[in-house]
């Protein structure tokens, strides 16, 4: 039987690299996945690849910073499908990389310490609205282990990653009584993604090394001495959003190779 067969999963930020990678794997696994992004010919693409390869996805055009256009997407999917198991909040936003907190101007720290929070907090809020209702649900956000553990020049990534931690294990004990649960997935840096390599770039001209050598640190830090694939952060999120993974909650869960020993 497939993990989250009959479950109905909705992804936000679902055309980005982890976002694809995820949206295939949970339709892999037998979920209807409502792809939800900014740019609409990119995730009806992504759409159209997985109803191809038989499985269940349906695009739509969702700004994940805005209340009403979340709440509007989401009327449409109990509309269709009854109802709501799964709300995956993947967006990025721009993390000033390369900067230390006192180089950025307050509105470059907005953007990037809390852009993501606040969606997060849109979807998941959203989310748990329905889900406390069906009595039933699971939430998941993605951050990075600075978020306990800062890291230099990472302008206010880190912030943020840590604002999304506190944010979803709050959330997680308001909603558990309800039979709803709420995960955090950090993760470590996944060289697959284009959008990562140019961070390594831009930290590399910054520290005075390569690119290469700023990527091999990253993999030296970790306990497997290597960095996660895409693959591997999905399948993941495919365990915690199904039934196996009934007992987890109010808590990240380490996909990062060993970067951070918890």
Same mark, same amino acid.
């Given at each position: 039987?497939?993990?989250?067969?009959? *479950?109905?999963?909705?992804?936000?930020?679902?055309?980005? =690299?982890?976002?694809?990678?995820?949206?295939?794997?949970?339709?892999? !696994?037998?979920?209807?996945?409502?792809?939800?992004?900014? =740019?609409?010919?990119?995730?009806?693409?992504?759409?159209?690849?997985?109803?191809?390869?038989?499985?269940?996805? !349906?695009?739509?055009?969702?700004?994940?910073?805005?209340?009403?256009?979340?709440?509007?997407?989401?009327?449409?999917?109990?509309?269709?499908?009854?109802?709501?198991?799964?709300?995956?909040?993947?967006?990025?936003?721009?993390?000033?990389?390369?900067?230390?907190?006192?180089?950025?101007?307050?509105?470059?720290?907005?953007?990037?310490?809390?852009?993501?929070?606040?969606?997060?907090?849109?979807?998941?809020?959203?989310?748990?609205?329905?889900?406390? *209702?069906?009595?039933?649900?699971?939430?998941?956000?993605?951050?990075?282990?600075?978020?306990?553990?800062?890291?230099?020049?990472?302008?206010?990534?880190?912030?943020? =990653?840590?604002?999304?931690?506190?944010?979803? *294990?709050?959330?997680?004990?308001?909603?558990?009584?309800?039979?709803?649960?709420?995960?955090?997935?950090?993760?470590?840096?996944?060289?697959?993604?284009?959008?990562?390599?140019?961070?390594?770039?831009?930290?590399?001209?910054?520290?005075?090394?390569? *690119?290469?050598?700023?990527?091999?640190?990253?993999?030296?830090?970790?306990?497997?001495?290597?960095?996660?694939?895409?693959?591997?952060?999905?399948?993941?999120?495919?365990?915690?959003?199904?039934?196996?993974?009934?007992?987890?909650?109010?808590?990240?869960?380490?996909?990062?190779?060993?970067?951070?020993?918890?």
């Amino acid at each position: 039987m497939k993990l989250l067969e009959g *479950k109905t999963a909705v992804i936000y930020g679902a055309a980005g =690299n982890i976002g694809r990678g995820t949206a295939k794997a949970f339709a892999r !696994e037998g979920a209807m996945v409502y792809l939800a992004g900014h =740019n609409l010919e990119l995730v009806k693409s992504l759409a159209d690849e997985i109803t191809n390869a038989g499985g269940l996805a !349906e695009a739509a055009l969702v700004d994940a910073l805005d209340a009403s256009s979340v709440e509007e997407q989401l009327q449409g999917v109990i509309a269709s499908r009854g109802r709501l198991d799964v709300s995956y909040n993947l967006i990025s936003t721009s993390v000033a990389m390369g900067k230390q907190l006192a180089q950025l101007s307050p509105a470059q720290f907005e953007d990037a310490a809390f852009a993501r929070a606040k969606s997060c907090f849109i979807t998941s809020t959203a989310a748990a609205r329905i889900m406390q *209702k069906q009595k039933s649900g699971v939430i998941l956000g993605i951050t990075a282990g600075n978020g306990r553990l800062p890291v230099k020049d990472t302008g206010g990534f880190p912030v943020g =990653n840590a604002a999304i931690e506190a944010l979803l *294990k709050q959330l997680a004990m308001e909603v558990g009584p309800q039979g709803v649960r709420v995960v955090c997935l950090r993760t470590g840096a996944t060289p697959e993604s284009p959008v990562l390599q140019a961070v390594y770039a831009r930290l590399a001209q910054v520290r005075g090394t390569t *690119k290469e050598e700023v990527e091999r640190a990253e993999a030296d830090h970790t306990a497997l001495k290597r960095s996660p694939f895409i693959a591997e952060v999905a399948n993941a999120a495919v365990i915690i959003a199904s039934d196996y993974a009934s007992a987890i909650t109010a808590t990240p869960v380490n996909a990062s190779c060993g970067e951070m020993i918890d």
